[in-house]
């Protein structure tokens, strides 16, 4: 059993943990999370998607027959495509995005890196996203995974999530600081 030191717990990172190990004993570490991160995309730009594995309207069987649609028709098989319908009969699939996201972070500490989560006001381009994985490498001490999501609410700046620590520094924050500022003076 792969021991680790993060803060991975509940149901999402008691499965993420056995997914993990079952995929490290089979070699498919990679594969699995290729293709966890592939079912991770299909659910950020699906709302029907999102709405079939959060809401308990849907029976499991009902569940267990749309995903195994989707999981077909998008050629998710072998571990993911099994662990997902496991997940469905459990009536779990709610937790789906946090067991991704406990999965990459088990899969990256196997591998000596720590993973973070960027939030940017625009997409990044290579460069930027390189300039930044070397920056955090620099803080943290250990190779960096970058998870890049692009919120244009932010307007400007970025939102850095590694382990438990959160920086940032985007305009949104700075300006709502700002306006609590002018709120406590007038």
Excluded: C, W
């Excluded at 950020?44 to 594995?53: F, N, W």
């Excluded at 972070?105 to 591998?111: H, S, T």
């Excluded at 250990?142 to 970025?158: E, Q, R």
């Amino acid at each position: 059993m792969a021991q680790s030191g993060s803060m991975i717990s509940g149901v999402a990172g008691r499965y993420a943990r056995s997914l993990f190990e079952l995929a490290q004993e089979t070699g498919a570490v990679s594969v699995v999370e290729g293709d966890l991160v592939r079912f991770e995309e299909m659910l950020e730009g699906s709302e029907d998607l999102k709405r079939l594995i959060k809401s308990p309207v849907f029976s499991a069987d009902e569940q267990l027959k749309a995903l195994g649609a989707v999981l077909d028709r998008a050629r998710i098989s072998g571990l993911v495509g099994n662990f997902l319908r496991l997940v469905a009969r459990n009536r779990r699939l709610f937790a789906v995005p946090q067991m991704i996201r406990a999965f990459r972070e088990i899969a990256a500490e196997a591998r000596g890196e720590t993973a973070a989560e960027v939030t940017s006001a625009h997409a990044l381009s290579a460069e930027q996203e390189r300039e930044l994985k070397a920056a955090l490498k620099s803080v943290v001490g250990k190779d960096v995974t970058v998870k890049v999501t692009v919120d244009p609410s932010l307007l400007a700046g970025l939102i850095v999530k590694v382990g438990s620590r959160q920086i940032d520094t985007s305009l949104k924050t700075k300006l709502n600081s700002l306006k609590l500022a002018l709120k406590e003076v007038g």
